[in-house]
C-alpha cells in the first residue's frame, strides 16, 4: 500500500485505538505489514510510515509501547540508491517499552529487548539484550536550573569513584 494517503490514515489510527491482539494488528496488517497470529501490538508503537511493508512481526510476539520500528533513513525526495531494509520479528520475541530498532535488524526467536533500548545489529535468539543498567556517575553541585549555565553545572559536576 505504500504510503498513500489510506495507509497515513491507518497508522494514523493503529497508533492510538485500543485493541492490541485485534484492532491495531489488523489496521497494521491492511497498510502492509506481515503479522502473524496472536501478536500484541501496545499504544504508540510507530511502524515506518513509507515501507510498512517491509516489517515483519512473527507469531506471539510482543511490541512494547512508544516502540519505534524505523526501515528506512532518507528524508527528503527520495533518490534511486535510497532504500530500505526488512525488520524482522521473529516468533516470541519481546520488545520492551520505548525501544527504537532501526533498518535491517531481526530479532531472534524468544528473545527480549530491555526497555528503553536502541537497537542497532540483529539479536540472536533467547537472548536478553539492552545497556547496562544505568547507575550514579557525578554528584551535583550547580543544579541545572533556569539561570544557571550548561557550562556552570558540568563544571559542578564531582565524578563519582568506581566501585
Same mark, same amino acid.
Given at each position: 500500500?505504500?504510503?498513500?494517503?489510506?495507509?497515513?490514515?491507518?497508522?494514523? &489510527?493503529?497508533?492510538? %485505538?485500543?485493541?492490541? @491482539?485485534?484492532?491495531?494488528?489488523? &489496521?497494521?496488517?491492511?497498510?502492509?505489514?506481515?503479522?502473524?497470529?496472536?501478536?500484541?501490538?501496545?499504544?504508540? %508503537? @510507530?511502524?515506518?510510515?513509507?515501507?510498512?511493508?517491509?516489517?515483519?512481526?512473527?507469531?506471539?510476539?510482543?511490541?512494547?509501547?512508544?516502540?519505534?520500528?524505523?526501515?528506512?533513513? @532518507?528524508? #527528503?525526495?527520495?533518490?534511486?540508491?535510497?532504500?530500505?531494509?526488512?525488520?524482522?520479528?521473529?516468533?516470541?520475541?519481546?520488545? #520492551?517499552?520505548?525501544?527504537?530498532?532501526?533498518?535491517?535488524?531481526?530479532?531472534?526467536?524468544?528473545?527480549?529487548?530491555?526497555?528503553?533500548?536502541?537497537?542497532?545489529?540483529?539479536?540472536?535468539?533467547?537472548?536478553?539484550? #539492552?545497556?547496562?543498567?544505568?547507575?550514579?556517575?557525578?554528584?551535583?553541585? %550547580?543544579?541545572?536550573?533556569?539561570?544557571?549555565?550548561?557550562?556552570?553545572?558540568?563544571?559542578?559536576?564531582?565524578?563519582?569513584?568506581?566501585?
Amino acid at each position: 500500500m505504500g504510503a498513500s494517503i489510506t495507509c497515513r490514515l491507518l497508522h494514523k &489510527l493503529a497508533f492510538v %485505538v485500543p485493541g492490541g @491482539y485485534s484492532v491495531r494488528p489488523r &489496521l497494521h496488517r491492511m497498510r502492509g505489514v506481515t503479522i502473524g497470529t496472536n501478536v500484541w501490538i501496545s499504544q504508540y %508503537v @510507530y511502524i515506518d510510515e513509507l515501507h510498512p511493508e517491509a516489517v515483519t512481526l512473527q507469531d506471539n510476539c510482543t511490541i512494547g509501547i512508544r516502540t519505534s520500528l524505523i526501515t528506512h533513513l @532518507y528524508w #527528503g525526495p527520495r533518490r534511486k540508491q535510497d532504500g530500505y531494509k526488512n525488520i524482522i520479528v521473529e516468533k516470541e520475541a519481546y520488545i #520492551g517499552p520505548h525501544c527504537l530498532i532501526l533498518p535491517g535488524v531481526t530479532i531472534g526467536q524468544g528473545a527480549v529487548i530491555k526497555g528503553g533500548t536502541v537497537v542497532t545489529s540483529s539479536v540472536p535468539a533467547h537472548t536478553f539484550w #539492552g545497556p547496562a543498567s544505568p547507575g550514579p556517575l557525578a554528584r551535583v553541585t %550547580v543544579p541545572l536550573i533556569p539561570g544557571t549555565s550548561y557550562e556552570n553545572f558540568v563544571r559542578g559536576l564531582k565524578p563519582l569513584k568506581k566501585r
